[in-house]
């Protein structure tokens, strides 16, 4: 992480994935969004209860203010606790109901909604992300939250997970998306 800060540049956007281990010892850690995708009991051996892995986790977004993003599960009763502690405005994604403000499934189309009674706008028919299972879909929906917070294009979005195959798949393994 460190020798992508000295990368930077004013325009440059980093996309990490930091474990709960990592966030126990940050200190001026700020992303601009944040995502926790669930959170289920584990490494309990290390952080000794749920209740301190979910502090650690929350720890993603203790330095983000209301100009910040917190993407969270609408459909983990964990993360949704979260959002209580949070000072940043918070979207959702959810692969089972509508929410007010992020990336959710209907019809069969994966659609974001940027702010409370907002337009509805589509991003892609699920069937073209072609990474199996509902987590998958739950990941992408995350992705499209945080790509959109980040100004990425509907379009842009739609050719990076569409061009995206789990193992076994065919359309070039290995293919790698690029967020346009």
């Given at each position: 992480m460190i020798d992508l800060v000295a990368k930077s540049t004013p325009e440059t956007v980093n996309v990490l994935e930091v474990s709960s281990f990592q966030l126990e010892t940050?200190?001026?850690?700020h992303p601009r969004i944040a995502a926790i995708l669930n959170i289920t009991p584990d490494h309990l051996d290390r952080h000794g209860s749920f209740e301190k892995y979910v502090a650690?986790?929350?720890?993603?977004?203790?330095?983000?203010?209301?100009?910040?993003?917190?993407?969270?599960?609408?459909?983990?009763?964990?993360?949704?606790?979260?959002?209580?502690?949070?000072?940043?405005?918070?979207?959702?994604?959810?692969?089972?109901?509508?929410?007010?403000?992020?990336?959710f499934v209907r019809d069969g189309v994966i659609v974001w909604v940027e702010k409370e009674g907002g337009v509805t706008e589509p991003i892609m028919p699920v069937s073209e992300v072609h990474l199996k299972g509902a987590h998958n879909i739950e990941n992408v929906l995350a992705a499209v939250c945080a790509a959109r917070l980040?100004?990425?294009?509907?379009?842009?979005?739609?050719?990076?997970?569409?061009?995206?195959?789990?193992?076994?798949?065919?359309?070039?393994?290995?293919?790698?998306?690029e967020w346009g």
């Amino acid at each position: 992480m460190i020798d992508l800060v000295a990368k930077s540049t004013p325009e440059t956007v980093n996309v990490l994935e930091v474990s709960s281990f990592q966030l126990e010892t940050v200190e001026e850690f700020h992303p601009r969004i944040a995502a926790i995708l669930n959170i289920t009991p584990d490494h309990l051996d290390r952080h000794g209860s749920f209740e301190k892995y979910v502090a650690a986790k929350e720890r993603i977004f203790e330095r983000q203010g209301a100009e910040d993003a917190l993407v969270l599960n609408g459909d983990d009763r964990v993360t949704q606790m979260c959002a209580t502690r949070a000072k940043s405005e918070v979207f959702w994604f959810s692969g089972t109901k509508a929410v007010r403000k992020g990336a959710f499934v209907r019809d069969g189309v994966i659609v974001w909604v940027e702010k409370e009674g907002g337009v509805t706008e589509p991003i892609m028919p699920v069937s073209e992300v072609h990474l199996k299972g509902a987590h998958n879909i739950e990941n992408v929906l995350a992705a499209v939250c945080a790509a959109r917070l980040a100004k990425v294009s509907a379009e842009g979005i739609r050719a990076s997970v569409a061009s995206l195959y789990g193992c076994g798949a065919s359309a070039g393994a290995g293919a790698e998306a690029e967020w346009g």
